[in-house]
């Protein structure tokens, strides 16, 4: 079963410094990766994804991902974190049978110190 | 905004009650997913729609659960005999087309409190 880990529970960062939110994956085949962030009592906003192509992977809101292969990995970064960047991230990957329900991860709490 | 939207936004029940949500998809997007969320947790699959077929169910989704999407467009998601472990954020999804460029976008959710 394709499945992600998040390692970490709080990611704490100060304003203006670089943010990286981890996740490593598990499939059978190609990796269909993503990353959504969710916002207190508001549904999930797509941020970005991974099918194929470049390794670097730009999204919304001056948010970028690494896919790397051999390391398993599809990390989230910023280079310069806003405290508005507070929030619940997760990470999530498709699943191949046809049905294309994703598979998320525990997600991972960002605070932004100001 | 993503375009989904859900209703009610927050619900309070009493154990044993019914309760249903529905879900309004982007517009001609066909297929429509509905997800659990409970507390520290990630979002788990329930079930989906492609049109107005539903295509798979969890085996999350006991018996007093049901899901419909009558005409290919808005979804209702019905419990029935509510227990307090149904308490959680159910969150719906939909997107358009189902191939490997395939994005699901959510709506806020429904707060469901199971007293």
């Known amino acids: 079963a394709q499945s992600v880990a998040q390692p970490e529970d709080q990611v704490n960062v100060a304003e203006g410094n670089p943010l990286t939110v981890k996740c490593t994956y598990s499939v059978s085949g190609n990796p269909y990766l993503f990353w959504y962030v969710q916002y207190p009592n508001r549904g999930l906003q797509f941020l970005l994804k991974y099918i194929t192509g470049d390794n670097l992977v730009k999204g919304s809101y001056g948010f970028e991902a690494e896919f790397n292969k051999s390391q398993t990995s599809f990390h989230l970064k910023k280079p310069s974190a806003l405290v508005s960047d507070s929030a619940l991230y997760f990470c999530?990957?498709?699943?191949?049978?046809?049905?294309?329900?994703?598979?998320f991860g525990k997600g991972n709490q960002v605070v932004v110190i100001p | 905004d993503t375009g989904v939207s859900q209703d009610p936004r927050h619900k309070i029940t009493k154990r044993g009650q019914n309760v249903t949500f529905r879900c309004d998809p982007i517009s001609e997007h066909n297929r429509l997913y509905w997800y659990r969320q409970t507390l520290g947790q990630g979002p788990e699959f329930l079930t989906y729609?492609?049109?107005?077929?539903?295509?798979?169910k969890s085996r999350l989704l006991s018996d007093r659960f049901s899901a419909e999407r009558p005409k290919g467009s808005f979804s209702t998601l019905e419990i029935q005999r509510t227990e307090q472990g149904d308490s959680a954020m159910y969150l719906c999804?939909?997107?358009?087309?189902?191939?490997?460029?395939?994005?699901?976008?959510f709506g806020p959710g429904t707060r469901l409190l199971v007293l």
């Open positions: 999530a990957v498709r699943d191949l049978r046809g049905n294309n329900r994703l598979a």
């Open positions: 999804a939909s997107s358009l087309g189902g191939g490997i460029q395939e994005t699901q976008y």
């Open positions: 729609f492609q049109n107005e077929a539903q295509l798979e």
